[in-house]
């Protein structure tokens, strides 16, 4: 819990500092957004293959420099993977994601992205056939990731992004000895829209 309200504070925090930030280096304002879009997530270990799920939330977006921004974002993001074998089997993972991307400007509507992302484990569901088991108190509720990514703005307001977020952390909370970790990767497509 304390892990949770950590991230909501940052959050808040840097949300706040936006809306009082006036950059010297640029012209460009603090802009804010929505976005959503589709995840494609995994989990690794053998038997295992990508399940779709969604994703959305908002964002600010902080000019640092002439070429260079901070957003950070607060997400929700539908995660999880299918078995293998059998179809029927998933465990779909809801996570409340906290990303804090730094962008490069490559070109005035392009920009390149990379930053930490900070997951909050909500609720944690193995589901097979129509039967459904909470399995949220065997698995870690926070994950830590890298995120990296592109975007383009087709206007001022409505762009595309793309993002890979590679999990770093197990996601087993009691994991024996000498097993293979097992972490969450999500390949993310999506629109952007900014105020």
């Given at each position: 819990m304390k892990k949770i309200l950590l991230g909501f504070a940052l959050v808040a925090g840097t949300f706040t500092f936006a809306q009082k930030t006036t950059s010297t280096h640029t012209s460009s304002p603090v802009r804010f957004g929505l976005k959503a879009g589709l995840n494609i997530s995994s989990i690794s270990g053998d038997g295992l293959k990508s399940k779709a799920g969604f994703y959305g939330g908002a964002f600010a977006n902080i000019p640092v420099a002439q070429d260079f921004s901070v957003q950070p974002e607060v997400l929700y993001s539908g995660m999880g993977a299918k078995d293998d074998f059998d179809g029927n089997a998933k465990l779909n993972l809801d996570y409340i994601a906290v990303?804090?991307?730094?962008?490069?400007?490559?070109?005035?509507?392009?920009?390149?992205?990379?930053?930490?992302?900070?997951?909050f484990l909500m609720s944690a569901k193995s589901k097979y056939n129509s039967a459904s088991v909470?399995?949220?108190?065997?698995?870690?509720?926070?994950?830590?990731?890298?995120g990296l990514g592109a975007g383009y703005y087709f206007t001022n307001n409505i762009g595309v992004n793309l993002r890979y977020v590679a999990g770093l952390t197990?996601?087993?909370?009691?994991?024996?000895?000498?097993?293979?970790?097992?972490?969450?990767?999500?390949?993310?497509?999506?629109?952007?829209?900014?105020?």
């Open positions: 990303p804090v991307m730094f962008q490069y400007n490559a070109l005035p509507n392009l920009y390149l992205e990379a930053g930490p992302q900070f997951g909470d399995v949220k108190d065997e698995l870690k509720t926070f994950d830590f990731g890298i197990d996601l087993a909370k009691n994991r024996p000895s000498g097993s293979d970790s097992s972490k969450n990767g999500v390949f993310q497509v999506g629109l952007a829209y900014k105020f």
